[in-house]
């Protein structure tokens, strides 16, 4: 002990030794000890060692304090240490002065990164530092996290690599967001920004732990963006998760989680209480929303999060934001890239950004007093170059807006007393700031793009240059500027802006074309040999000649297509020509505006180029050396070919509108046919139900001709006479169809009865079912209830009787039917004249007095099941109250079996309660025995106390 007292500062009495002995002494002991406080107290001696003698004590003592975490892990004290040891080395947060004996060490970083090589070689190391994570001493819990988060700093990949397939080593990381020390929570906010930077699977594996849950959670605990650094953390982390991640952005978005972001961006415009935090939590607040809607994310991602911003209420509130007082200037600008991205390609938000005013009187659009601010020099770089990708976002794929941006620019929409979107873009392309004209060019560039009614449209605009002047054109005082030799960047932008208005619009080029001096300007400009700077005009030059070619009519008989081409190569050269227009291509600042859709420039001398341009110049490059590189026979042939080509598309259109309409009358025909097809089957149906009745009708005919047969010879071959010529003698056929008809209605008057029986006897099954359920229910609560039951047994006995009654009428009803039936047979003798016609009117009445006694037994009948029905309700509501009664008392029942049962458990209770004091008691006083104290017994004090009471009752009064 006295050697690690010398060691933590004490002083010896013998020589000094160095720092590597005494590393050498103390790695010793910790790998010899036995004790598990020499074994400590060691550790805690590297600990402070670790700092001013890191490289001694990674190099010696590293494998010891392995072994001390795999062997020691009971002991939370020793774990700790050699926990803050193991940090000391791999971090590089914290360093002392080293002697001068360490003058020619490895620097901190390499130190750092060797030591984190060692650690990791094995990956149950760190198996076993994730497992540290579940202890719940601060001591071991808070060491282990900033261990783990120097790893991910020092080698994050390799790191991840092992966690990724560590069994539950990001829940464990995920469960310190829960710990509610907050020195913890908010360590490991740190750990998971590193865990989560660059491994989109370790992000997916976060999310789905309820990350954005517990995130969103402590953002509103901490106060959102009036928090401190913890909500920057959260935020820091939720971006890491969400950035290049479509899978947690539409996992984010379909959690709802978008709509709990409204609440963040509530801030007051009378606070003015800006703090540094609260600026920097905005900030990330912001960036967040822009990773959501990004361009760069996939389209249908980007739209769906898009709408469930305006939906939310969260586009209202950011354009509050914008149009606020005292936000500051970073503030706003990134407010002003966030509605850009916003609303960029989403009709909708882009139809409402239109409708917002500002706070001002009069009010203005919002997009005036953007502008306003775009043309304004005196505004910061970075705020003009928002100003002008928010009204590019705003014009994307809006033709709507495009239509209104050009609207105030014609003659019969300007308003002189109010300040419109075209005078500003107006006043900023020919104001003194080249910055202003080219942010003017390019948003009037945006108001043309893929739109060609609106380029036709702005040839209309005449602007006034002075007093007592004619107006001019805008085509023409754009290109009055360029021949002026202006600024860089002011050409380049009229460049742009030109090229992109001629694109597609022959009218424009013809206008341009119309101008005399253009075309001279435009190829002195290309031939020219100028330095560096000018390349980009001259590339730009080139492309709209090039324009030129590819898009003329000929109408110009000084300038078609063939001419422009000699011109070219007269006077510059075809191969120079080609060689100019790849100036633009290979300029520097193509590429990196082709990137992204935002203006991104650290200086306003470098926005040259824009990124809508950069497309299309990528699109017309090709076309425009292939049209330069024709000859006229080429273009003959070309011409030729699309005339024909224009011929056989005219062709093939009148073939598919021949196609079409066959198509429809195809269609006609085809429900034509089905309807027939379905009429044809009824009709075949019909068809075949009459041959069947016919054939039915045949036999009966048949059957009733032999029956009569044998009656009078004489008179049956007059009859067959009769029937081979085709003729039946008339009085018989009408008798055999009343009959026919007779019969008919007694069989339809017995299936009516057959009817009535089978719903009588239903009635009766459901009435004994009833009987029975209602005896079953019934027999458990006579005894409660003590209601007699005899009544509904009588009612049941007389409806039995009843129905054997009606039983018997019935087997009446159907012994009459079957008389009935084989009377026809016995009737068809009418036919054959050997009855009188007497007899068949005693016949006839005879049946028709049977079928109103029928008709008079139908009645009674109706009106005996009519009394049954009656009988039958009111049997029922008894029932249900006989019910309604039986639930009660079984209610009640079960409610006093529970009390009973509740009752005995009670009394085993207090039994058991008994037993044990009676034990107690008994065991009380064998101690007292044991000591020598008298005690005696129950029954002698029972016997005792019995003497004493006949005592008192043998004493005289």
């Known amino acids: 002990m006295n050697f690690l007292r010398g060691v933590m500062g004490g002083q010896s009495a013998g020589p000094q030794r160095s720092g590597a002995e005494t590393v050498q ?84 970083e390499d130190l750092a990164v060797q030591y984190t090589e060692i650690f990791i070689k094995q990956p149950e190391n760190l198996t076993l530092l994730l497992s540290l994570l579940e202890e719940f001493d601060f001591h071991v819990r808070w060491p282990a996290v900033k261990l783990l988060t120097a790893l991910l700093k020092n080698l994050g990949p390799q790191v991840q690599q092992i966690i990724l397939v560590s069994p539950m080593g990001v829940s464990r990381m995920m469960d310190l967001l829960a710990d509610s020390r907050e020195v913890i929570r908010n360590d490991g906010l740190l750990l998971l920004q590193q865990l989560t930077k660059g491994n989109a699977a ?48 539409n996992f984010f978005k379909e959690g709802s989680y978008i709509q709990r972001m409204k609440t963040w961006f509530e801030v007051a415009e009378e606070n003015l209480n800006w703090s540094a935090q609260k600026v920097t939590n905005l900030h990330l607040m912001l960036q967040l929303v822009r990773v959501l809607v990004s361009p760069v994310n996939p389209p249908g991602a980007t739209s769906t999060c898009q709408k469930s911003a305006f939906q939310c209420g969260l586009l209202q509130q950011l354009c509050t934001i914008l149009m606020a007082t005292g936000v500051p200037a970073d503030i706003l600008t990134e407010t ?48 003009r170059c928002a100003v002008l990708y928010c009204f590019q976002c705003f014009l994307y794929k809006n033709q709507r807006g495009q239509a209104e941006i050009v609207a105030t620019l014609l003659p019969t929409t300007i308003d002189a007393n109010s300040i419109s979107a075209g005078q500003l873009l107006c006043g900023g392309l020919f104001s003194a700031d080249s ?21 036709e449209q702005l040839l209309r605009v005449q602007l006034a240059t002075s007093l007592g002047n004619p107006p001019v054109s805008l085509l023409q005082q754009c290109t009055n500027i360029l021949s002026q030799g202006s600024n860089v960047q002011t050409r380049v932008g009229l460049l742009m802006l030109l090229s992109t208005w001629m694109t597609d619009c022959p009218i424009a080029v013809t206008h341009f074309l119309h101008n005399q001096t253009n075309v001279p300007f435009l190829t002195a400009q290309i031939s020219e040999n100028l330095g560096e700077e000018e390349q980009l005009v001259q590339g730009l030059c080139a492309l709209l000649l090039g324009i030129c070619i590819y898009d003329n009519e000929n109408s110009l008989e000084n300038y078609t297509k063939e001419k422009l081409k000699q011109l070219i190569e007269k006077r510059i050269g075809k191969e120079i020509f080609i060689e100019k227009l790849a100036y633009i291509s290979k300029h520097e600042l193509y590429s990196r505006a082709g990137q992204k859709p935002q203006p991104s420039y650290s200086i306003p001398e470098q926005m040259l180029l824009d ?81 069947a009745q016919i054939q039915q009708l045949k036999d009966q005919y048949n059957l009733l001709k032999i029956q009569g047969k044998p009656v009078d010879s004489h008179h049956h071959m007059h009859n067959e006479a009769a029937e081979i010529n085709g003729i039946q003698p008339k009085a018989d056929m009408e008798e055999i169809g009343r009959l026919q008809e007779e019969l008919e209605q007694l069989k339809k008057q017995h299936g009516i009865l057959e009817g009535q029986l089978a719903e009588k006897d239903l009635i009766i099954d459901k ?5 029975i359920s209602g005896n079953k229910d ?29 039983a018997a009428e019935i087997s009446q009803l159907q012994a009459k039917k079957q008389e009935l039936e084989n009377q026809p047979a016995a009737m068809t003798g009418l036919g054959s004249g050997d009855v009188d016609s007497d007899s068949s009117l005693r016949r006839i009445t005879q049946l028709e007095s049977r079928v109103s006694a029928l008709d008079d037994e139908n009645q009674k009948l109706k009106g005996q099941v009519k009394v049954l029905t009656e009988e039958k309700d ?57 000591l020598g104290e008298a005690i005696e017994d129950e029954d002698d004090m029972e016997s005792g106390d019995q003497d004493d009471d006949d005592y008192d009752e043998d004493e005289p009064n």
């Open 25 to 108: 002494k103390l790695c010793d002991r910790v790998a010899s000890a036995t004790l598990l406080e020499d074994r400590r107290d060691a550790v805690r001696a590297l600990k402070s060692l670790s700092k001013k003698y890191r490289l001694e004590v990674g190099s010696q003592a590293m494998e010891h304090l392995i072994n001390v975490l795999q062997m020691d892990r009971s002991d939370s004290e020793i774990i700790g240490y050699t926990l803050d040891t193991l940090y000391n080395l791999i971090s590089n947060d914290v360093e002392e002065e080293e002697p001068e004996e360490n003058v020619h060490k490895p620097s901190s």
């Open 202 to 249: 370790i992000q997916k594996i976060v999310a789905f732990e309820s990350a954005f849950e517990r995130l969103l959670d402590i953002i509103t605990e901490e106060g959102m963006s009036d928090g401190g650094i913890v909500v920057e953390d959260c935020l820091l982390l939720l971006v890491n998760l969400m950035k290049n991640n479509s899978s947690n952005q």
């Open 336 to 383: 002003i890239n966030t509605v850009s991205e916003v609303i960029r390609g989403s009709q909708v938000n882009q139809d409402y950004f239109a409708s917002v005013n500002a706070p001002s009187n009069p009010p203005r659009p919002a997009i005036v007093v953007l502008l306003m601010s775009m043309v304004n020099e005196r505004q910061p770089f970075v705020l």
């Open 435 to 455: 910055l202003s004209n080219w942010c003017a060019a390019v948003a009037l560039a945006h108001a043309l793009q893929d739109n060609s009614v609106q380029k």
């Open 611 to 691: 990124h809508e341009f950069t497309k299309l110049v990528k699109e017309l490059e090709v076309l425009i050396i292939k049209a330069v590189q024709k000859s006229s026979e080429d273009e003959k042939k070309e011409e030729e070919v699309k005339k024909s080509l224009e011929q056989h598309d005219s062709i093939v259109s009148q073939y598919k509108e021949l196609i079409r309409e066959q198509d429809m009358q195809l269609n006609e025909l085809k429900k034509q046919v089905t309807a027939l097809t379905t009429q044809n089957e009824q009709s075949q149906t019909t068809i075949t139900q009459q041959a």
């Open 767 to 771: 009435m004994q079912t009833s009987q």
């Open 778 to 806: 019934t027999d458990d609560c006579t005894d409660n209830s003590g209601e007699p039951t005899a009544a509904p047994h009588k009612e049941l006995e007389t409806l039995r009787t009843l129905v054997q009654t009606q």
């Open 874 to 930: 009111s049997l029922d509501q008894q029932m249900t109250r006989t019910n309604n009664t039986v639930v009660i008392l079984q209610t009640d029942k079960s409610r006093l079996q529970q009390e009973v049962v509740e009752s005995k458990k009670e009394q085993d209770d207090l039994l058991v309660l008994l037993a044990d004091q009676d034990q107690k008691i008994f065991s009380l006083k064998n101690k007292l025995k044991e």
